[in-house]
């Protein structure tokens, strides 16, 4: 599951992750995608390489591994991080019987902690193309504001200057022990071509910063001829995207013209001077109808990219409400998730208090205060999930609720509500905008998760009746014990605006947690009749 090589130069990560997948399938695999790579540092000669590898979770026929690259400096053993990236790989049938893979086997609570976030990016994976091509549209305008003035510039320079293109053939050294070209050395082939392209607007050495949208479309074999097309397709002052489509020919096809498009790629360049200052990137215009898509294209990538580098920045000293559109929807969701999935998974809790029932930890790191309540709960786990995931009930059980509505339906597993709590030592009442994220189990032993963030609406303003406050990350993991209990965790990592309503109960002076606790299993714990009689209310609704 875990692979490790110190190398003096590196075309290995690719070649190790590949191993890795097929360590644990036991059989052929082959690359469906590669995650968007952020580069945070660069790799000199004589510095040593360090490359770890392991499958985080099966799906089926599928498997997200994780690689983590990081450079060691040989004077001083400093070590730091180059890249994560998380590879996708899809198992060969063998003749006509389907292959399913087995579980991985988790060993260690970082094992279990990937394990969970892997199905959250499975989720941005699939939903990246719609977004995408939403935003699209919005891309489509602000391009069009943009040429009437770029166009008139004499600064400007025509994409066609940059376009390179370069033809290799995959011999053996190239490709893996089934024949298929390593998709490392594919990438590396790109990032060449990619990096004469961006050269020829910023003439200096570029420095590839990212790679987004790689997806391999085909194989390619040995014998094959690959023929490597690279365009600027735009630029954004300091940084620059070049496109590059891959086709694939045998000889046959060679002869008669026939192109296999085999792989596509994005990559983002960046180019310094001699003081190691970010040089700026003259403006491009686009000339025909495709460069005009892949110009507007570009302006979209962008959004996404830098949503997701501000979202899972994990900035956690600093509450943040992010602002809800369709540029960053699947990223704030899965920060959502993910946010409360590392908190459950910290270590170092310490126990509080024990009532009956109840258990109450708290968490103190670099000056952040976490909470959270345990409480066994004699009711099936999936009912108590429905209930408490629809926090239009919650009022029913938490006094801190005075109303509750719901203001956006985003999907089936997504809500924004407006909350609204009374006020504490005479302040003016409060109110949350919070985005609720639910996921159920993808198998056996994984928890249901509801969890809670703050988010900005420009639907919703601040309103003068009311003080505007933040939910950092909050919510509940609910764990099956039998048919008939289970137990609900629930967490809270307190900002400003929420501990007013446990400042009493931390320092002893109030029962307030353990009494909310107490009304919440209570409201569980409702007759089955009338439970049931909700959970098709609210099954209807959903």
């Known amino acids: 599951m875990v692979g490790i090589k110190d190398v003096r130069c590196s075309n290995s990560a690719p070649h190790l992750s590949f191993s890795t997948a097929e360590k644990h399938a036991g059989v052929s695999c082959v690359t469906a995608s590669v995650d968007d790579i952020q580069f945070e540092e660069t790799a000199r000669v004589g510095q040593i390489i360090i490359i770890k590898a392991k499958v985080n979770r099966a799906f089926n026929t599928s498997m997200e591994v994780g690689v983590k690259v990081t450079v060691q400096d040989t004077l001083t053993g400093i070590q730091k991080l180059i890249s994560m ?7 060969r049938p063998v003749g006509d019987e389907k292959v399913n893979l087995k579980p991985v086997k988790l060993q260690s609570p970082e094992d ?11 989720r941005i994976r699939l939903d990246h193309e719609h977004v995408f091509e939403t935003l699209m549209q919005d891309s489509s305008m602000e391009a069009g504001h943009c040429d009437n003035g770029r166009d008139t510039e004499e600064d400007t320079i025509s994409t066609d200057l940059t376009h390179v293109q370069s033809i290799e053939l995959v011999l053996p050294p190239h490709a893996n022990h089934h024949g298929n070209t390593f998709g490392g050395q594919i990438m590396a082939w790109m990032e060449t071509v990619a990096t004469i392209s961006a050269s020829r607007l ?19 074999t040995v014998g094959d001829r690959l023929v490597f097309k690279a365009i600027v397709n735009n630029t954004f002052q ?26 596509s790629a994005f990559l983002i360049f960046n180019a310094v001077n001699d003081k190691g200052e970010l040089l700026a990137f003259p403006r491009v215009k686009p000339t025909t109808k495709d460069g005009l898509r892949r110009y507007r294209g570009a302006i979209a990538r962008r959004r996404i990219r830098l949503t997701r580098k501000y979202i899972l920045s994990n900035k956690e000293d600093i509450p943040s409400s992010d602002l809800w559109d369709r540029s960053n929807q699947a990223y704030l969701s899965y920060s959502n998730v993910a ?43 999936n009912l108590a999930f429905i209930l408490l995931s629809d926090f239009r009930l919650r009022g ?33 009442p409060k109110d949350f905008v919070v985005l609720v994220s639910r996921r159920q189990p993808c198998k056996t032993g994984d928890p249901y998760i509801i969890a809670v963030r703050s988010v900005t609406l420009t639907t919703v303003p601040p309103s003068p009746n009311h003080c505007r406050n933040e939910i950092r990350s909050a919510g509940f993991l609910i764990q099956t014990d039998d048919n008939n209990s289970c137990t609900v965790s629930y967490f809270n ?50």
């Open 85 to 91: 990236a998380f590879s996708t790989y899809v198992v």
């Open 112 to 122: 279990h902690l990937e394990h969970s976030l892997a199905t959250e990016r499975r």
């Open 202 to 220: 910023c003439h200096s050495n570029p420095t590839l910063k990212s790679v987004d949208m790689f997806k391999f479309r085909g194989p390619s």
């Open 238 to 263: 300091k940084s620059v995207e070049v496109g590059v489509r891959v086709e694939a020919y045998n000889c046959e096809e060679w002869t008669k013209g026939q192109a296999r498009h085999i792989n």
């Open 339 to 381: 946010t409360l999935t590392v908190l459950a998974s910290k270590c170092g809790w310490e126990i509080t208090s024990t009532l009956d029932n109840i258990k109450i930890f708290t968490h103190e790191e670099s000056d952040i205060l976490s909470v959270k309540v345990e409480m066994q709960v004699k009711i099936p786990s």
């Open 396 to 428: 029913q059980w938490d006094k801190h609720y005075l109303t509750c509505e719901v203001i956006e339906d985003v999907n089936e597993d997504e809500k924004i509500y407006h909350i609204t709590s009374p006020s504490v030592n005479g302040d003016n």
């Open 493 to 542: 990592q307190v900002t400003a605006g929420v501990l007013p309503y446990l400042a009493a109960n931390l320092t002893g002076s109030s029962k307030s947690i353990e009494d909310t606790a107490f009304s919440c299993i209570k409201f569980l714990e409702k007759e089955d009749s009338k439970n049931y009689n909700i959970l098709s209310k609210i099954s209807g609704e959903l």
